[in-house]
């Protein structure tokens, strides 16, 4: 573990360094770019000079020494989701709560079912079975936005406050959501069950999204009495770590949502604990250590994005399967914002263009590899994983380097309401 470690932040570090003095691209997208040129590099170097198997090292590497999927969804996530949460103003993301709460519920159950559909349709009309429940699976684990991704390119395009806390404040909150009906959709498919008591569904959706934000109030809540009766800043920063893996070691044992826990938590502490609980120098330790934490993650997660691509089969079908479904996630993505957004329409203020941001700036990343990879075996996994690592690749890239554009053309309303829309 140690030299994997090792090997990761070293990588991490020289091409991050590398891109600050040359190349400039917002730091995830320049980790993605890094990994995936370093894996076609050795792949490439293989198939000319098969007899040194550097493809069959990394290879081992990306599927033996890292498992993605447990870094990601039982590590990383927490503390990437608990930094991103620690510096989102609540007040104004509580204005803005039934326009986040349709996107990352509505939204997320809309995408499912189209791209479920539409993913069936394209499957048969390639000849590639893959069954219709777990075409609704694929939907479901591609639909969340990754609010990794979606922060860090957020914060590096400069958007508007208001744009960035309802596209950031979906992306913390419908992962969680993603994550349940992800669930609820493999316990189906693996069981052939159709007709899953309504029971059943409500106690999962109660266990992991109500338990987890109820765990993540009661540990932010007994964190701030901690940091409330302590004027010390490295130990308080100590604390909010500690709280962070404990709080998720304990969601998981529960089966509770800690994605969902972890976001609760860093809203309470970022917001009641920094008001209330912290003198200026705590919050200055807690921002710096808590900062650095998130870069130095965010560099390994998008590292080995790109280093994942050796764990996939590329093959032709599989690569037209994946084109073809670029286009559905999108269409699914504009489906889940719109509709929404159209219900909502008469509670909430927008400023001109944050439909086409929302849509843009819906993100794929991380989660949604992660998902992907914990499948069980079935017929049609195969192209399922290809399809989702092509699908997070072209949206960090293409839509991670463009959205900035968007952002910039956002100006504060001078306009009626109604002329957002």
């Known amino acids: 573990m140690l030299e994997t470690v090792t090997i990761l932040l070293v990588a991490a570090s020289i091409f991050g360094y590398l891109n600050f003095r040359i190349f400039k691209l917002p730091f995830a997208i320049a980790m993605l770019v890094a990994g995936l040129l370093a894996s076609l590099f050795v792949l490439t170097f293989d198939a000319y000079l098969p007899s040194y198997q550097l493809g069959q ?79 609704l699976v694929f939907g479901a684990l591609i639909s969340p936005t990754d609010p990794v991704a979606v922060l860090g390119i957020m914060k590096a395009a400069g958007a508007p406050k208001q744009v960035e806390t309802k596209v950031v404040g979906e992306s913390l909150f419908n992962d969680g959501v993603g994550v349940v009906l992800f669930t609820l959709l493999v316990s189906i498919a693996i069981g052939g069950d159709t007709n899953l008591e309504a029971i059943e569904v409500v106690k999962l959706i109660l266990l992991e999204v109500i338990g987890g934000m109820g765990l993540g109030l009661i540990a932010g809540w007994i964190t701030y009495l901690a940091l409330k009766d302590l004027d010390e800043p490295n130990l308080e920063t100590l604390i909010t770590v500690a709280m962070v893996m404990g709080v998720s070691g304990l969601a998981f044992s529960l089966h509770a949502s800690a994605p969902l826990a972890c976001v609760v938590a860093g809203l309470f502490i970022g917001n009641k604990g920094r008001e209330d609980a912290m003198s200026q120098d705590t919050a200055d330790a807690v ?37 073809l479904l670029i286009g559905v996630a999108l269409f699914g993505r504009f489906l889940a914002v719109m509709i929404p957004m159209t219900l909502f329409k008469a509670v909430t203020e927008m400023l001109p263009g944050t439909r086409r941001i929302l849509i843009w700036g819906g993100i794929k990343g991380g989660i949604s590899i992660a998902l992907a990879l914990s499948l069980p075996q079935f017929e049609g996994r195969d192209v399922i994983l290809t399809v989702t690592y092509a699908i997070v690749v072209v949206s960090i890239l293409v839509q991670g380097l463009t959205v900035g554009r968007l952002i910039q053309q956002v100006k504060e309303p001078d306009v009626p309401d109604e002329a957002a829309w």
């Open 287 to 323: 921002d710096t250590v808590w900062s650095f934490i998130d870069e130095a993650l965010n560099a390994v997660l998008f590292l080995l994005v790109g280093l994942e691509v050796v764990a996939f089969d590329f093959d032709k079908s599989y690569l037209v399967a994946a084109i």
């Open 57 to 135: 090292e990394l290879r081992e590497f990306a599927l033996q020494e890292v498992d993605f999927s447990e870094a990601l969804m039982r590590g990383m996530l927490s503390f990437l989701l608990f930094a991103g949460a620690l510096h989102t103003d609540m007040k104004v993301l509580a204005k803005w709560s039934k326009a986040i709460f349709s996107l990352a519920t509505v939204g997320v159950a809309i995408s499912t079912v189209v791209i479920g559909v539409l993913s069936f349709g394209t499957f048969i009309l390639l000849d590639l079975n893959v069954p219709f429940l777990w075409c």
